[in-house]
């Protein structure tokens, strides 16, 4: 192809000046028309499906509620395990809400393929944005599997002591004995040591008694022997126990050891405490304590 056959071709395709535009679409008003033509079409095809996928919503969450609410009273009945029942019925009434949730989701026309791959992407950043949140999570699967204590029971651990009152995915509710409410992470509780005190059904009490060196030993321990036996709580095997346990710079301290139903344990430590000092006080043998002694020179 030459030069002039170029150019020849350039003039043939370039509009010239005497061509008019192309006329307009449509004025203000069609364009009015169109917009309300699109909402209505739109309000009678989508916005009928939201406001049906809304009803059943509400509908499905009633009878999901309505369910657990009778599965756990099922359960009740049938003496299940308070924590285990608990732990089902709250995870089953999440997952059918959520499929609800999902299955109205494709009701309503969005795509539930492109959600799931937003929601995975979602996952991975905010995963590593919980890594506790999660870590209390498998801690919890760890309790409610592995079982070390369960609602009810009393338990230590992390310096934190109380009543089991609900064991969560995340945390565990322990009521202390003042009636405070502490939230435990699970993660904690699955990676600490836990005394749980009420796996036994009895438990024994310590006491320790300090005399003064001139006592009689014997007579203390007599004394420490009749308030074990003036208590009925106080259980007879294994025999409670009384002896030395410890000579101290100005005391000799007697150990006590009782054993009773773990229901009674604070019951019969009080009354030991109380009544010890009692039983000293009324044959006159002497409970030591700190004294200084401050001499003057003039």
């Not at 809304?54 to 756990?72: D, Y």
Request: proline share 3%.
């Amino acid at each position: 192809m030459n030069l002039y056959s170029i150019l020849t071709f350039l003039a043939e395709t370039t509009p010239t000046a005497t061509e008019a535009p192309a006329p307009a679409t449509g004025d203000g008003l069609t364009m009015l028309e169109q917009f309300l033509d699109r909402c209505v079409n739109w309000l009678s095809t989508v916005g009928i499906r939201i406001v049906i996928a809304i009803i059943l919503m509400f509908i499905g969450f009633k009878i999901v509620n309505t369910f657990s609410r009778k599965l756990a009273n099922k359960l009740s009945k049938k003496n299940a395990d308070v924590t285990i029942s608990k732990v089902l019925v709250s995870s089953l009434k999440i997952s059918l809400k959520a499929i609800i949730i999902l299955f109205l989701v494709g009701y309503v026309g969005i795509q539930t393929a492109s959600l799931s791959a937003v929601i995975a992407s979602l996952g991975v950043g905010i995963s590593l944005a919980v890594q506790g949140t999660l870590s209390n999570f498998a801690g919890g699967i760890i309790i409610i599997i592995m079982r070390p204590f369960k609602i009810g029971d009393f338990i230590t651990s992390n310096g934190q002591a109380g009543t089991v009152e609900d064991i969560k995915l995340f945390y565990t509710h322990v009521v202390t004995p003042d009636n405070k409410m502490i939230y435990i992470p699970n993660g904690t509780l699955a990676n600490n040591v836990i005394v749980n005190n009420s796996v036994k059904e009895t438990r024994r009490v310590d006491v320790t008694m300090s005399v003064a060196y001139d006592t009689d030993i014997a007579l203390a321990k007599n004394l420490i022997n009749k308030v074990f036996e003036a208590n009925t709580l106080i259980l007879k095997e294994p025999a409670p126990f009384v002896d030395v346990n410890n000579y101290g710079s100005s005391s000799i301290d007697l150990v006590c050891r009782a054993w009773c139903q773990n229901s009674d344990y604070w019951t019969v430590y009080f009354y030991l405490m109380n009544q010890i000092k009692a039983e000293f006080d009324n044959a006159g043998i002497e409970i030591p304590f700190d004294q200084l002694d401050v001499n003057l020179k003039k």
